[in-house]
């Protein structure tokens, strides 16, 4: 799907939050130059229309395109009252290029989990990949998701998730980006229902010329929702961040409580971080925080940790390899474990990698 000599077309304004900044901080949105889909938008088993309403906050173009690169669309139904086993597993190999179109309806009562994987090795293979990833939750529905984002600097990642809650339904949702050329990434939540949750944690490692583009919304309209989205992360090199966060507290959801707020640190004066924290509000008994931090390790701590031995190199990748455990930890998967601890090797080295599977004790899908 994705050579860089195939025939390719530009997908403008991706990841466009619902209220704008400045333009001249250039953080209102995004651009991508992709395949063009050599599907013809007749995708076998094409998802049921009701998941057509379900936004992904990367765009319609970007949508469009990488439902139309996916060769078959898959759905995915847990019936109500059951609690599934087996996690639902969507894996994308970013060095062939794969583009995955899903949808999920979690009936009501029912619990689960969703790995999304998307994860390469092969430096040398400029390709573009997708996942497209939409989730319905019926009443009393709660589920978890958990996304690792693991490519090469040679790869180019698009990614948009859709949620929507109904009544009392709760989602737990955790991303871990820790690599690619360019990865833009767009999650929405439209809380419906009274009384329903999203808890959102982002973690990214961003090193080399890289670029990591986000965008996180969560539409709160039914009474008493909850809206968590906290992100933090590294950023190292000349590599490049944005990420727009955005609770939308609209007319109708009174009671509703929002928090979002980001932490980052930059290792090294090159780096450029772009962070758009808002809250939408249309509503007078309604709560909403929002907040974002940038820094670096003090001077003193890293003259402390000099003193026991570690240089300034060695105290970051400390840090970093902290993200790198959280990541494998939660993987969930073997094969998702396989791919941080892939992506742990290139960027900490394989001694580092290894030292994180043996600290842990963990499964990987290499045994």
Same mark, same amino acid.
């Given at each position: 799907?994705? +050579?860089?000599?195939?025939?390719?077309?530009?997908?403008?304004?991706?990841? =466009?939050?619902?209220?704008?900044?400045?333009?001249?901080?250039?953080?209102?949105?995004?651009?991508?130059?992709?395949?063009?889909?050599?599907?013809?938008?007749?995708?076998?088993?094409?998802?049921?229309?009701?998941?057509?309403?379900?936004?992904?906050?990367?765009?319609?173009?970007?949508?469009?395109?990488?439902?139309?690169?996916?060769?078959?669309? #898959?759905?995915?139904?847990?019936?109500?009252?059951?609690?599934?086993?087996?996690?639902?597993?969507?894996?994308?190999?970013?060095?062939?290029? +794969?583009?995955?179109?899903?949808?999920?309806?979690?009936? +009501?009562?029912?619990?689960?989990? =969703? !790995?999304?994987?998307?994860?390469?090795?092969?430096?040398?293979?400029?390709?573009?990949?997708?996942?497209?990833?939409?989730?319905?939750?019926?009443?009393?529905?709660?589920?978890?998701?958990?996304?690792?984002?693991?490519?090469?600097?040679?790869?180019?990642?698009?990614?948009?998730?859709?949620?929507?809650?109904?009544?009392?339904?709760?989602?737990?949702?955790?991303?871990?980006?820790?690599?690619?050329?360019?990865?833009?990434?767009?999650?929405?939540?439209?809380?419906?229902?009274?009384?329903?949750?999203?808890?959102?944690?982002?973690?990214?490692?961003?090193?080399?010329? +890289?670029?990591?583009?986000?965008?996180?919304?969560?539409?709160?309209?039914?009474?008493?929702?909850?809206?968590?989205?906290?992100?933090?992360?590294?950023?190292?090199?000349?590599?490049?961040?944005?990420?727009?966060?955005?609770?939308?507290?609209?007319?109708?959801?009174?009671?509703?409580?929002?928090?979002?707020?980001?932490?980052?640190?930059?290792?090294?004066?090159? !780096?450029?971080?772009?962070?758009?924290?808002?809250?939408?509000?249309?509503?007078?008994?309604?709560?909403?925080?929002?907040?974002?931090?940038?820094?670096?390790?003090?001077?003193?701590?890293?003259?402390?940790?000099?003193?026991?031995?570690?240089?300034?190199?060695?105290?970051?990748?400390?840090? =970093?390899?902290?993200?790198?455990?959280?990541?494998?930890?939660?993987?969930?998967?073997?094969?998702? #474990?396989?791919? =941080?601890?892939?992506?742990?090797?290139?960027?900490?080295?394989?001694?580092?990698?290894?030292?994180?599977?043996?600290?842990?004790?963990?499964?990987?899908?290499?045994?």
């Amino acid at each position: 799907m994705a +050579e860089e000599t195939a025939p390719t077309i530009a997908l403008e304004h991706v990841n =466009v939050p619902p209220m704008q900044t400045w333009n001249y901080l250039h953080a209102n949105d995004t651009s991508l130059t992709v395949p063009v889909p050599k599907s013809t938008g007749a995708v076998l088993g094409r998802l049921p229309k009701l998941f057509n309403r379900l936004d992904c906050a990367i765009g319609k173009d970007a949508e469009t395109w990488a439902s139309n690169s996916s060769d078959e669309s #898959r759905y995915v139904e847990v019936p109500a009252l059951t609690e599934r086993d087996e996690p639902i597993v969507i894996d994308v190999s970013c060095d062939k290029g +794969e583009a995955h179109d899903t949808g999920i309806i979690f009936r +009501e009562g029912s619990r689960g989990t =969703v !790995v999304i994987c998307s994860h390469g090795t092969n430096d040398s293979a400029k390709m573009t990949s997708a996942s497209l990833t939409r989730i319905i939750a019926k009443r009393g529905a709660e589920f978890e998701l958990i996304e690792i984002v693991a490519a090469t600097d040679s790869h180019q990642h698009l990614d948009g998730i859709g949620i929507e809650l109904d009544e009392g339904a709760h989602a737990s949702v955790r991303q871990y980006f820790l690599g690619g050329k360019k990865v833009v990434a767009g999650i929405a939540t439209d809380l419906r229902g009274d009384n329903s949750r999203i808890d959102l944690s982002g973690r990214y490692y961003v090193c080399g010329q +890289e670029e990591l583009d986000v965008n996180q919304v969560a539409h709160a309209r039914g009474l008493n929702t909850y809206e968590e989205m906290l992100t933090s992360g590294f950023l190292g090199d000349q590599a490049r961040k944005t990420l727009r966060m955005t609770i939308d507290l609209i007319h109708g959801s009174s009671g509703s409580k929002g928090n979002e707020a980001e932490t980052v640190m930059g290792f090294g004066p090159d !780096v450029v971080n772009r962070t758009l924290p808002v809250i939408l509000c249309d509503e007078d008994d309604v709560q909403g925080n929002h907040g974002a931090t940038i820094g670096g390790i003090s001077q003193d701590q890293v003259s402390y940790l000099a003193v026991r031995g570690l240089s300034e190199k060695q105290v970051d990748e400390l840090l =970093v390899r902290a993200l790198f455990d959280d990541a494998a930890i939660n993987a969930v998967t073997p094969a998702a #474990r396989t791919a =941080v601890l892939d992506r742990a090797a290139q960027v900490l080295g394989d001694e580092v990698a290894n030292d994180i599977t043996e600290g842990l004790g963990l499964e990987t899908e290499k045994g």
